[in-house]
Every structure is written in structure tokens, then in C-alpha cells.
């Protein structure tokens, strides 16, 4: 119980740094989105559930603070869930850095089309005041993230590899004693 | 249930319809409790993280002034970054303090109702221009009030607000559209229009009117919540086709979008 509180509160954590502080400066604003990164990590890493539980609750936060209808964030961060989990379900059994770098590029173009299409879909029914607007500023973003998410995803991937490796090898010396 | 439960088609029909319950609530104002709990809790972390970040922006700015002055001045480097570091904290403070008071100047002067706020974050949608105000309806802010810096200068209007904060769509989010006069003889009328979070825009100003790099640019105090003469930029650029019925102008805002920290909302007198 503990445990999902923790993660409860890494997830709210995440997303309000996000929103506070990485948007802040403006060059991280159009290369990176952490929640994504975040969200991509955990459904490969540990595993789908705990990644649908990270989607709802950073889904509902920001769209609390989004200038959309609500709903949006919420759907956009729960399709790239389903899609990594289905599409890579034989990769994901053995999980490569491979696996999380294709999860992570696909994830980022869906949630941008998710948020492009739904955005627009709704300002169509009057239901959103304003809309994402598909330009070349938009795909700067949308090649920019993808480099970016890709660095950012192996680094992270070689770090838990790095560390998991080192945990192992204590916890074996400690079985042998 | 159950069964429902294990299978993929029925979470997927489950969240959906999840989805959509949640959505309906929120547009018949169901949710709005809610909404406004989380914001007010997460408000204190809002603040903690959005003010390191500004920290973190006034070193990086520290250390391109100290570059400057390390060409000027070897033998003074040493005790101006020893003093600019501890005196870091005090500047924060007393810079949110000289922009309250010359907003307040600015309101007093004026005889407007104001509330002052703190810029707590980014709207979650990376390619638009809206910050978010530490301040709401409890606070007496409407959508569509204008929202000013420093001594008077336009730089937004309010897009949403609840009952604890407010989105602010910034002068240079393409979505924004401001009726504005030029400030020449013959006060020429246009619209300013936001360029992608780039630049400012006005657009539709008369042909035959005279107007040049340098000119003021200020609200023409047709819209409805906001006066006339706040200042928003000055002008750039004239963009002039011959044929045309109207001209352009590229408006060079009076003020940096990126370095926003404390503004304040007019409100309506006797809102």
C-alpha cells in the first residue's frame, strides 16, 4: 500500500514539474515531455497496469491545466498504453533498448497526433476554444521530441541496466555467504 | 464484471466509457470541486518548483553578465560573484517587489481595480502561448480580463479560470487577437494578432495612414474589460504592398513574454 502511494505521489510530482518547472525555460519546452518519457518507462520497464495508472493520473492533472476541452491529455496519454503494450508484446518480453527506444519514438507521435486530432476535432463542435494548429512549428516539435525522447530513453535505460546489474551482483554475493 | 475485467476489449471498453462519464461531468460543472482541490494543492508545489526554475534562469543570466564583466574588470570578478550569489535570494525578492509597486503605481494612477498574481507554469500544450496565474475567481478574475506587467503593458487576457488559478493567453499565441491604435496623429486603428509565440502582428491598419518604426502601440480600449492607452509594443517593422487595402505593422512587444513573474489582472471597477 505504501508503494502505490509513493507512486501516486512520484506521478503527481512528475507531472508538476513539468508543468512549473522544465515549461518554464523555453527551450525545453518544444524538445522535451517527461511525463511521456515517464509514461513510456514505466509500461516497458515494470508493466502495462502501472503504466494505464500513471496515464490516469497525469491525464487528469493536466487537463486541469490545459487550455483544451477536458478529457484531451487523458485520452492521448491512454492510447500510446494500449498501442506499446499490444504492438510490442513480443519485444516486450525481452525488454532491449530496442524496444524502449521504438515504444518511446511511437508513443511520441501518437500523443501529438492524439492531442492534434482530438484538439481540432472539438474546436470543429465549438467544445474547444482554441486548437493545436498543424504547422511546421508543430513538426519542428514533433522531430525535436523524437530526437530528444530517444537520447533521454537510452540514458535512462542505461542507468537501470548499470544499476540493476550492480544490485544483482550484491545480492548474489550475499545468497553465496 | 469479472470477466469483463480480464479481458482486452473489456478495459478498453471500460476506460472509454470512463473517459466519457468523466468528461460529462466536468462540462456539467460536476467536477469543478474537484478541480479546484487539486489546484489548490498542488499550488504550493507549483510555487517551490516555478520558483527554482526562476532561480535557476536569474544565475544563467548572472553568468552572462559575469562574462561581460570579466572583460571589463579582472580584479572585481571575484567580489561580485561572491556578492551576487549571496545576494541572489534578496534580488528575487526585492525585483517581485519593485514589479508589485510599479503595477500598483500603475493601477493607483489609473483608478482601475486590480488583482496581483504570481505565474506558476506552462499551459500543458507545448506550442501554446498560455501561463498560468496563481490566482482565480475567488480572487474576482472573469475570462477576458486583460493582464498587465510592470508599469502597464498588455500582455495577455484571461482565457479560463477556476476557482484557484487562471490561464493567461499571451499577446503572441496565434490564437490571440487584440484590437489596438497606433499611437500618430491620426491614432491609426488595427488588430494585433499572435505569430506562433514569435512575434506580434497588427494587421488591417488603413492604407493611407501614416505610420513608421517606433510608434507606440496601445489597446484601443474598444474591447469589452479592457481600457484604452495600456501600452503592448512598439513598432518594428511597416509591411506595405501597394494594391492593398490595408498595411501591416511587426509589433515589438514592450516587454519579454519569457521572463513573466508577477502580473496583475485589471479588473472592472467595482467588479
Same mark, same amino acid.
Not at chain 1, 519514438?105 to 476554444?129: C, G, H, K, M, R
Not at chain 1, 537520447?151 to 550475499?174: G, P, R
Given at each position: 500500500?505504501?508503494r502505490n502511494i509513493l507512486?501516486?505521489?512520484?506521478?503527481i510530482?512528475i507531472? $508538476?514539474?513539468?508543468?512549473?518547472?522544465l515549461?518554464e525555460?523555453?527551450f525545453?519546452?518544444?524538445? $522535451?515531455n517527461l511525463i511521456?518519457?515517464?509514461? $513510456?518507462?514505466?509500461?516497458v520497464?515494470v508493466?502495462s497496469?502501472?503504466g494505464?495508472?500513471?496515464?490516469?493520473?497525469s491525464?487528469?492533472?493536466l487537463?486541469f491545466y490545459?487550455p483544451?476541452?477536458?478529457?484531451?491529455?487523458?485520452?492521448?496519454?491512454?492510447i500510446p $498504453?494500449?498501442?506499446?503494450?499490444?504492438l510490442f508484446k513480443k519485444l516486450l518480453?525481452r525488454?532491449?533498448i530496442?524496444?524502449l527506444?521504438?515504444a518511446?519514438?511511437?508513443?511520441?507521435?501518437i500523443?501529438q497526433?492524439a492531442?492534434?486530432?482530438?484538439?481540432?476535432?472539438l474546436?470543429?463542435?465549438n467544445w474547444?476554444?482554441?486548437?493545436?494548429?498543424?504547422?511546421?512549428?508543430y513538426l519542428?516539435?514533433l522531430l525535436r521530441?523524437?530526437?530528444?525522447?530517444?537520447?533521454i530513453?537510452?540514458?535512462?535505460?542505461?542507468?537501470?541496466?548499470?544499476?540493476?546489474?550492480?544490485?544483482?551482483s550484491k545480492f548474489?554475493?550475499?545468497?553465496r555467504i | 464484471?469479472k470477466k469483463?475485467l480480464?479481458s482486452?476489449?473489456?478495459?478498453?471498453v471500460?476506460i472509454?466509457?470512463?473517459i466519457?462519464i468523466?468528461?460529462?461531468?466536468?462540462?456539467?460543472?460536476?467536477?469543478?470541486?474537484?478541480e479546484?482541490s487539486v489546484?489548490y494543492?498542488?499550488?504550493?508545489?507549483?510555487?517551490? @518548483?516555478s520558483e527554482?526554475?526562476?532561480?535557476i534562469k536569474n544565475?544563467?543570466n548572472? @553568468?552572462?553578465n559575469t562574462?561581460e564583466l570579466?572583460?571589463?574588470?579582472d580584479?572585481?570578478?571575484?567580489?561580485?560573484?561572491?556578492?551576487?550569489?549571496?545576494?541572489?535570494g534578496?534580488?528575487q525578492?526585492?525585483?517581485?517587489?519593485q514589479i508589485f509597486?510599479?503595477?500598483l503605481e @500603475?493601477?493607483t494612477?489609473h483608478?482601475?481595480?486590480?488583482?496581483s498574481?504570481?505565474i506558476?507554469?506552462?499551459?500543458t500544450?507545448?506550442?501554446?502561448?498560455i501561463?498560468?496565474?496563481?490566482?482565480?475567481q475567488t480572487?474576482?478574475?472573469?475570462k477576458?480580463?486583460?493582464?498587465i506587467?510592470n508599469?502597464?503593458?498588455?500582455?495577455?487576457?484571461?482565457?479560463?479560470?477556476?476557482?484557484q488559478?487562471?490561464?493567461?493567453?499571451?499577446?503572441?499565441?496565434?490564437?490571440s487577437?487584440i484590437?489596438a491604435?497606433?499611437?500618430?496623429?491620426d491614432?491609426?486603428p488595427?488588430?494585433?494578432e499572435?505569430q506562433?509565440?514569435?512575434?506580434?502582428?497588427?494587421d488591417f491598419?488603413?492604407?493611407?495612414?501614416?505610420?513608421?518604426k517606433?510608434?507606440l502601440?496601445?489597446?484601443?480600449?474598444?474591447?469589452?474589460?479592457i481600457?484604452?492607452?495600456i501600452?503592448i509594443?512598439e513598432?518594428?517593422?511597416?509591411?506595405?504592398?501597394?494594391?492593398?487595402?490595408?498595411?501591416q505593422?511587426?509589433?515589438?512587444?514592450?516587454?519579454?513574454?519569457?521572463?513573466l513573474n508577477i502580473?496583475?489582472?485589471?479588473?472592472?471597477?467595482?467588479?
Amino acid at each position: 500500500m505504501p508503494r502505490n502511494i509513493l507512486f501516486i505521489i512520484f506521478i503527481i510530482l512528475i507531472t $508538476v514539474f513539468q508543468i512549473s518547472f522544465l515549461f518554464e525555460f523555453s527551450f525545453l519546452r518544444n524538445y $522535451v515531455n517527461l511525463i511521456l518519457i515517464a509514461l $513510456v518507462f514505466i509500461t516497458v520497464m515494470v508493466n502495462s497496469k502501472a503504466g494505464l495508472i500513471f496515464a490516469i493520473i497525469s491525464g487528469l492533472i493536466l487537463d486541469f491545466y490545459s487550455p483544451f476541452s477536458f478529457g484531451i491529455y487523458l485520452t492521448a496519454l491512454i492510447i500510446p $498504453v494500449f498501442i506499446i503494450t499490444n504492438l510490442f508484446k513480443k519485444l516486450l518480453a525481452r525488454k532491449t533498448i530496442y524496444t524502449l527506444i521504438a515504444a518511446a519514438l511511437t508513443s511520441t507521435v501518437i500523443f501529438q497526433i492524439a492531442v492534434l486530432l482530438i484538439s481540432n476535432l472539438l474546436f470543429w463542435f465549438n467544445w474547444n476554444e482554441i486548437n493545436y494548429t498543424l504547422n511546421i512549428e508543430y513538426l519542428y516539435t514533433l522531430l525535436r521530441q523524437l530526437i530528444t525522447h530517444t537520447i533521454i530513453i537510452s540514458i535512462l535505460f542505461i542507468i537501470t541496466n548499470f544499476l540493476s546489474e550492480k544490485l544483482k551482483s550484491k545480492f548474489l554475493i550475499s545468497e553465496r555467504i | 464484471m469479472k470477466k469483463l475485467l480480464k479481458s482486452r476489449w473489456g478495459i478498453i471498453v471500460i476506460i472509454i466509457a470512463g473517459i466519457l462519464i468523466l468528461v460529462v461531468l466536468y462540462r456539467a460543472n460536476v467536477l469543478n470541486p474537484v478541480e479546484n482541490s487539486v489546484t489548490y494543492i498542488l499550488k504550493p508545489v507549483q510555487s517551490f @518548483f516555478s520558483e527554482t526554475a526562476g532561480k535557476i534562469k536569474n544565475l544563467s543570466n548572472y @553568468f552572462q553578465n559575469t562574462e561581460e564583466l570579466k572583460k571589463e574588470n579582472d580584479k572585481l570578478k571575484k567580489q561580485i560573484d561572491e556578492l551576487t550569489i549571496k545576494n541572489l535570494g534578496l534580488e528575487q525578492k526585492l525585483e517581485d517587489s519593485q514589479i508589485f509597486s510599479e503595477e500598483l503605481e @500603475f493601477i493607483t494612477s489609473h483608478q482601475y481595480d486590480s488583482v496581483s498574481g504570481k505565474i506558476i507554469g506552462y499551459s500543458t500544450a507545448e506550442n501554446l502561448q498560455i501561463v498560468i496565474l496563481n490566482k482565480g475567481q475567488t480572487h474576482g478574475i472573469k475570462k477576458g480580463y486583460p493582464v498587465i506587467v510592470n508599469n502597464g503593458i498588455l500582455i495577455g487576457k484571461i482565457l479560463e479560470t477556476n476557482s484557484q488559478i487562471s490561464k493567461v493567453l499571451l499577446l503572441n499565441d496565434n490564437h490571440s487577437e487584440i484590437s489596438a491604435i497606433i499611437q500618430n496623429e491620426d491614432r491609426s486603428p488595427g488588430i494585433i494578432e499572435g505569430q506562433f509565440g514569435l512575434s506580434l502582428i497588427m494587421d488591417f491598419i488603413p492604407q493611407d495612414q501614416k505610420i513608421q518604426k517606433g510608434q507606440l502601440v496601445t489597446s484601443s480600449g474598444l474591447e469589452e474589460n479592457i481600457p484604452a492607452d495600456i501600452v503592448i509594443g512598439e513598432i518594428n517593422e511597416v509591411i506595405k504592398i501597394d494594391g492593398q487595402l490595408f498595411q501591416q505593422a511587426i509589433i515589438k512587444p514592450s516587454f519579454n513574454y519569457e521572463l513573466l513573474n508577477i502580473v496583475t489582472v485589471i479588473l472592472p471597477i467595482n467588479a
